[in-house]
C-alpha cells in the first residue's frame, strides 16, 4: 500500500532540467572502477595489511568480500538503478528511514574533507619529482638528522665511524658489537623527508602547530581539479574515466617488476603471505577487513547508489557488480604485493624485520614507494613523476563520485537548483576546502588517522546494516527482488538471496559488537591519542550515525495522527510515486504484481485483509466481498495500481478472475 504522505518535492515545474543519464554503459563500468579502486587500494590496504599481522589479514579480509563487500555492492547497484534516484531521495522505499540518506551525505563529506589532503600529498610529490635528483633520495637536506640513510644507497657504504655521530653501524659479523649505532634506530631519508618535511609533524594533538604553505596550495589545487572534472556533470566525469581508470595499472606493474628484484624483497611477501593464526582473534582484525572493504569498494558512502542511478532500467548491473568487485580487490592485493616487496628490502637493507620497518599508519605509502623510485636503476624523477601522478588520478577519479554523491542528493531534493549546478559545485567545493585546512597543520596527520579510524570505519558499518534491513525486511525481500527482476529479467540467484536476508546483516551486526567489546583506541606509530583525541573521533563518527535516529523522530512526530501503530506502518511504507522513473518502466513492475497463478494462492503482499488482519487460511474467502461480474470488467478496464491490489482484497482477486478467464 503506498504511504499517504507522498512525497510531492520531486513535483517540479517545466523548468527543471532533466535527470541526466550516462553517455554508455562502458563508462559506468569504468567510472565504478576508478570510484572503488582508489588511494584505499595502493594507500589504506597495504597499511591495514601492515598492521594487523601481514598474511593473517588475508583471512578475514577475503572473508569480508564474499559476506559482506559484493553482497552491499549488488544491492546498492540495484537500489540506485531501479529508483533513479540520489541517496536521499531514495527513500521513498521507506521515508521513516530516511536518515540513511543524511548520514550517507555526511560520512561522504567527512571523506572528501581528509581524503582530498591525500590527494594534496600526492601532487606535493610529484611536484617535487621534477628535479634532477629526489630530494628525498639523500640526507643532505635541512630537514634530515644525523640517524638519517640515504634512500638511494646501500647500508654496507655506511661502516664509517666519522659518520652517526662518530659511532660505526653495529654489525656481529664484523666484530663491530660495542660503541656502535644500532641499525634499528636509522631512518631513512624517505622517512624523514616525509616527517620532518611534507608533515612537519608534530609530537601530538596538544601540539597542533600552524598551517603550512606548501600543503595549503597543494590542498587549493586538488580541490581546482577536482571541481574542474564536476563542472559539466556526469557526462564529463564518463569521459575522463577512460584515462584515469586504466593508467594506474601500468605503472603498478613498472613498479611491481621493480621491487620483486630487489634484494629481500622475498621477506615481505612472506610477511604478506603467512599468516599469524594467533591475530584472527583480535576484533581489531576482522574490523578492520570489513571497514576497509567499505572503505575500498565504497559501500555505505552513497556512491554507488548515485553512479547506478544514472544507468539505463534495464542495464545488467549483476555483470557489472562482479567485475568491479573483483577488480578492485585485485588491485588491493596488487598494490599489495608492490608495497611488501619494497618493505622488504627496506628490512634487508636496515637488518631489521619486516613489521619494524616502518611506522604504520597512513603515510606508509608514502615512504615505501617513494624508497622504490628511488632505487629505479635509470632516471629516477622520470618514475617518480609516473607513480605519483598515478596516484593523484586515483585519487581524484574516487573524488568525482564522492562529491557527486552530495550534489546529486540536494539536486535531486532541490530539482529547481539543477540550473545553477556549477555554481553549487564550486560553492561546495570550497567549503570542503576550508574545512580541510586544519588538516594542513603540524599536527594534522594525527587528526587525519582520527577521521579515517572513525568517521570511515563503525559509521558505514552501521549505515549498511540499516540499509541493508529496510531494503529485504522493511520493504520486503520479495518485493525487492521483483524489482530486480523487472530490471534484469531474472530474480537474484541463492548466494545474493542468502546474503542479503541473512549473512550479509549478521556479519555485519557481529563485526560492530565484536569491534565494541575488544575496543582498543588507534594510535599513530608511538602516539598515543588523549581522551580528547578518541572523544574527537568519536564524535566524527557520530556525526554521521546520528542522522538516522534524529530523521526518525522528525519524522514520527510531522506524520503522528493518534495512533502510534497506524502511523508507524504508514511511514514505514513506500509512497505512492515509489518506482521507477519512466512510465514504461513502472508498467513493466507492475505487470509482475499482477498474480497469473490460481487464486487460491493468496501472494505475501496480498494476504492483508481491508481491515488490516490477515486471513487464517487462505482458503477462507468469507472476509473477501467478490465482485459481481460487471464490476470485474470495471475494475480490470482500468490501469492497474499495485497500491490499490495491496489494500484492497477484493480487486486483487477481481484480477486473478480476469487473468484466468483471460486464459482460458
Request: with cysteine.
Amino acid at each position: 500500500m503506498g504511504s499517504e504522505d507522498k512525497d510531492t518535492s520531486s513535483v517540479v515545474g517545466s523548468d527543471a532540467p532533466k535527470r541526466e543519464t550516462w553517455g554508455k554503459s562502458v563508462e559506468f563500468v569504468l567510472s565504478c572502477i576508478g570510484y572503488s579502486v582508489g588511494l584505499g587500494n595502493i594507500w589504506r590496504w597495504p597499511y591495514l595489511c601492515y598492521e594487523n599481522g601481514g598474511g593473517a589479514f588475508l583471512i578475514p579480509y577475503w572473508f569480508m568480500v564474499i559476506a559482506i563487500g559484493l553482497p552491499m555492492f549488488y544491492l546498492e547497484l540495484v537500489f540506485g538503478q531501479f529508483a533513479s534516484l540520489g541517496v536521499t531521495k531514495i527513500w521513498k522505499i521507506a521515508p521513516f528511514w530516511k536518515g540513511i540518506g543524511f548520514a550517507m551525505c555526511i560520512v561522504s563529506a567527512l571523506n572528501c574533507i581528509y581524503y582530498n589532503l591525500i590527494v594534496a600529498y600526492t601532487i606535493y610529490f610529484l611536484f617535487k619529482s621534477f628535479a634532477a635528483k629526489l630530494p628525498w633520495a639523500d640526507c643532505k637536506n635541512s630537514w634530515n638528522s644525523d640517524m638519517c640513510l640515504p634512500s638511494s644507497a646501500n647500508i654496507t657504504e655506511f661502516y664509517n665511524p666519522d659518520l652517526f655521530n662518530g659511532y660505526p653501524l653495529c654489525d656481529a659479523s664484523k666484530g663491530i658489537t660495542i660503541a656502535c649505532t644500532p641499525q634499528s634506530v636509522l631512518r631513512s631519508s624517505t622517512l624523514e623527508f616525509w616527517e620532518n618535511h611534507v608533515l612537519g609533524l608534530s609530537d601530538g594533538l596538544d601540539n597542533f602547530g600552524t598551517p603550512q604553505l606548501h600543503l595549503v596550495i597543494a590542498l587549493f589545487v586538488a580541490w581546482i581539479l577536482v571541481a574542474g572534472c564536476l563542472v559539466k556533470g556526469i557526462q564529463s566525469t564518463g569521459k575522463v574515466v577512460y584515462f584515469t581508470a586504466t593508467f594506474p595499472y601500468l605503472v603498478l606493474t613498472i613498479l611491481l617488476v621493480r621491487g620483486v628484484t630487489l634484494p629481500g624483497a622475498t621477506d615481505g611477501l612472506k610477511f604478506l603471505f603467512t599468516p599469524t593464526w594467533s591475530r584472527l582473534a583480535e576484533a581489531k582484525v576482522w574490523s578492520s577487513a570489513a571497514s576497509q572493504v567499505f572503505y575500498s569498494l565504497g559501500s555505505g558512502f552513497g556512491g554507488l547508489l548515485t553512479m547506478a542511478s544514472y544507468n539505463k532500467f534495464n542495464n545488467n548491473s549483476q555483470r557489472d557488480a562482479v567485475i568491479v568487485g573483483l577488480m578492485d580487490t585485485f588491485t588491493s592485493f596488487y598494490g599489495g604485493l608492490v608495497i611488501f616487496s619494497i618493505l622488504g628490502f627496506m628490512a634487508h637493507e636496515r637488518g631489521v624485520a619486516v613489521n619494524q620497518v616502518a611506522s604504520s599508519g597512513s603515510g606508509l605509502a608514502f615512504i615505501a614507494y617513494p624508497e622504490a623510485v628511488a632505487r629505479m636503476p635509470q632516471v629516477p624523477p622520470l618514475w617518480s613523476c609516473l607513480f605519483f601522478f598515478m596516484l593523484m588520478v586515483l585519487g581524484i577519479d574516487s573524488m568525482f563520485t564522492t562529491l557527486e554523491t552530495i550534489i546529486t542528493a540536494f539536486m535531486d531534493e532541490m530539482p529547481r537548483f539543477r540550473k545553477w549546478k556549477l555554481h553549487m559545485t564550486i560553492g561546495l567545493c570550497v567549503v570542503l576546502f576550508l574545512l580541510g585546512l586544519p588538516m594542513t597543520c603540524n599536527g594534522g596527520q594525527y587528526l587525519l588517522t582520527l577521521l579515517n579510524e572513525y568517521a570511515a570505519g563503525l559509521s558505514l558499518l552501521f549505515i549498511s546494516l540499516f540499509e541493508v534491513i529496510v531494503i529485504c525486511w522493511v520493504y520486503g525481500f520479495r518485493r525487492f527482488f521483483r524489482d530486480i527482476k523487472s530490471m534484469l529479467g531474472a530474480e537474484p540467484n541463492y548466494y545474493w538471496r542468502i546474503c542479503w536476508m541473512g549473512l550479509t546483516p549478521i556479519t555485519i551486526l557481529f563485526v560492530i559488537i565484536f569491534s565494541c567489546v575488544q575496543y582498543e583506541a588507534p594510535t599513530y606509530g608511538k602516539y598515543n591519542y588523549t581522551t580528547g583525541g578518541i572523544a574527537l573521533g568519536w564524535l566524527s563518527l557520530m556525526a554521521s550515525v546520528i542522522c538516522i535516529p534524529i530523521y526518525m523522530i522528525f519524522r514520527f512526530c510531522r506524520s503522528y495522527d493518534g495512533n502510534i501503530l497506524k502511523t508507524l506502518k504508514r511511514i514505514n511504507t513506500s509512497t505512492d510515486d515509489w518506482g521507477p522513473a519512466l512510465e514504461e518502466d513502472k508498467e513493466k513492475r507492475r505487470r509482475l504484481d499482477v498474480p497469473d497463478d490460481d487464486p487460491e494462492d493468496v501472494s505475501e503482499d496480498n494476504s492483508t485483509n481491508s481491515s488490516g488482519s490477515s486471513p487464517s487460511n487462505v482458503s477462507d474467502r468469507s472476509s473477501i466481498i467478490v465482485p459481481e461480474k460487471e464490476q470485474i470488467e470495471a475494475i480490470t478496464d482500468t490501469v492497474y495500481d499495485d497500491s490499490i491490489a495491496r489494500s484492497n482484497p477484493a480487486v486483487n482477486y477481481a484480477l486473478r478472475l480476469k487473468s484466468l478467464e483471460s486464459t482460458f
